[in-house]
């Protein structure tokens, strides 16, 4: 019988990776939220054999690296899974030739190669971790990287920057067929290879510790950082366009709370959303660029991104510079108020939402087979509104705010790409077979089911305590994201933070005998 190892050095060694996810995960340069795996691989014993095994140790489909902990880890076993390559290509009897039915390979490793028992599903990068020997692996979406990874001639920048110490992989969809990609790359490229880019995706990188692992990503990440500031064009989204500046903050902000429920209105036409909004310098330069149109047109390209933003944002091509007559608002802005208050706003908004889903509808039946997924819902995750702000959608305030930031990551890598070369994103197919890729609708069908109120927003005055407190925890326990108002500052952060934080709730300071400072109230639930 072998002798097991240390379980302290095995806990050592995962603490280790955890720590590594978590500092990886804190910046969002580096990957986006629940973007990316890291891993490590360490000596275990079958405890129904008694013999010696090697574990993997990756983090779990869906988790987020920057709050990763142990219950989010997937344990497999390594020589099981090394050893499924055989069925991928041999197993006449099946049919296993490839591409084509990469996605049968997933089951085995889920099924018949995690050790013990399973507190995390397996990723589909799982066997892009197995294949490469080293010890100890990272994958991430670093915007730096994704730059290059989506520009025209992404494959010569990289061998520019890097040398021979980071492999170009051309655009394949993560799973079995990109994993054995990168293996026969590492082999190929020897010991001088650090990490790869890969194609309209992200970056691999590698080591023997923990330590070393995460400098490594780092450094390539910084590396091309400095490649694409010493080498990029200065102005790489063009010049300003005059009419879509940034508006002076109180206007725009004002502005974007009138326009809130109106836009959130033509975006819950499928569902209810919640709404997020971004005045932030990074969006507010990129809308008001001359290449913007045009390059927002082209969509994302990492899985992660167009997954959480949709193919492309809706972008209004009308400058929003109307103010509302003065006394014709009332305090609580609604749909029918921003249709008289902006009317050529709305009425060009309608115009771009309809052609939108019926846009979306077209991508749809382009590219779905009869084994394909039904259609998840026409309406745009997305809305840019230049001199104003983004505003992002979700089913509740923690899917609104990431996809907006996750448009943030995509700005970032337009950026980037169009300074050093052309943007030029993986094909609209690619997309499309990501989106609707079995393994991701397998990935949405674990996930809880809709509270009763998901989708809703609730202002409750008088908050903070009592009868007030009591109904805003009710209606953030149904699912709702809650403002929770109350002259009691203090009491009411302290109520959010205990009925889930930001996601779930907001506290408020609010005299509700003073009417202007209701009208506040409101706008700022509205965005």
């Known amino acids: 019988m072998a002798i097991a190892p240390s379980p302290s050095s095995i806990d050592a060694e995962v603490e280790a990776l955890l720590a590594r996810s978590n500092a990886l995960g804190a910046d969002p340069r580096v990957t986006n939220y629940a973007g990316g795996n890291t891993s490590v691989k360490l000596p275990g014993v079958d405890p129904a054999t008694g013999e010696p095994v090697t574990l993997l140790y990756i983090k779990g489909s869906g988790g987020d690296l920057g709050t990763l902990t142990r219950p989010g880890l997937a344990v497999l076993n390594l020589d099981r899974i090394l050893a499924s390559r055989g069925r991928y290509r041999s197993d006449k009897a099946r049919d296993f030739v490839g591409v084509a039915h990469e996605d049968e390979m997933f089951p085995l490793l889920e099924g018949h190669c995690c050790f013990g028992p399973q507190t995390a599903a397996p990723s589909i990068d799982t066997a892009s971790h197995a294949f490469i020997p080293a010890r100890h692996v990272d994958h991430v979406h670093p915007d730096a990287i994704i730059a290059f990874a989506t520009a025209a001639d992404g494959e010569r920048l990289t061998r520019e920057c890097f040398g021979g110490e980071v492999a170009w992989i051309p655009w394949q969809r993560p799973g079995f067929e990109l994993a054995m990609m990168m293996e026969a790359a590492y082999l190929e490229g020897g010991v001088g290879v650090k990490g790869m880019v890969l194609g309209g995706h992200g970056l691999s990188a590698w080591a023997d510790t923990s330590g070393d692992c995460q400098r490594t990503t780092l450094d390539i990440i910084a590396r091309a950082e400095r490649f694409i500031a010493e080498r990029g064009r200065p102005e790489p989204f063009g010049p300003v366009v005059p009419g879509r500046q940034p508006l002076p903050r109180a206007e725009r902000r004002r502005i974007a709370a009138d326009l809130a429920p109106f836009i959130r209105g033509l975006c819950s036409t499928d569902r209810h959303v919640v709404g997020h909004f971004d005045d932030s310098g990074v969006v507010l330069d990129f809308m008001a660029r001359e290449k913007a149109p045009a390059l927002s047109r082209k969509g994302t390209s990492c899985p ?10 809706l972008f209004l091509d009308v400058p929003v510079t109307q103010s509302p007559p003065v006394g014709a608002q009332p305090a609580a802005p609604s749909l029918a108020d921003a249709s008289a208050a902006y009317p050529t706003i709305a009425a060009r908004l309608r115009e771009l939402f309809a052609e939108y889903r019926d846009e979306y509808a077209a991508y749809y039946a382009r590219h779905a087979t009869p084994d394909s997924p039904p259609m998840r819902g026409a309406d745009p995750a997305i809305v840019l509104a230049p001199g104003v702000g983004m505003f992002s959608l979700g089913a509740g305030a923690q899917t609104a705010r990431v996809a907006g930031e996750f448009y943030v990551n995509a700005i970032n890598v337009m950026r980037g790409a169009e300074a050093l070369s052309t943007y030029e994103p993986i094909p609209e197919s690619e997309k499309f077979r990501v989106e609707y890729w079995s393994l991701e609708e397998a990935k949405l069908r674990r996930l809880p089911p809709p509270k009763p109120l998901t989708g ?24 709702a994201a809650v403002v929770i108002a109350d002259l009691d500052a203090a009491g009411a952060a302290k109520a959010a933070d205990e009925f889930g934080g930001r996601d779930r709730a907001t506290g408020l300071l ?15 639930a509205c965005l």
Not at 304 to 313: V, Y
Not at 462 to 470: E, H, M, P, Q, T
Request: glycine share 10%; proline share 2%; charged share 30%.
């Open 510 to 524: 609010v005299d509700v005998g003073d009417e202007n400072a209701v009208d506040e109230a409101l706008r700022f």
């Open 456 to 479: 809703k927003v609730a202002l409750v005055t008088g908050a903070a305590s009592g009868i007030g407190r009591a109904i805003a925890e009710r209606f953030a326990a149904e699912g």
């Open 304 to 313: 992660d991104h167009f997954l959480r933003t949709k193919i492309r944002p």
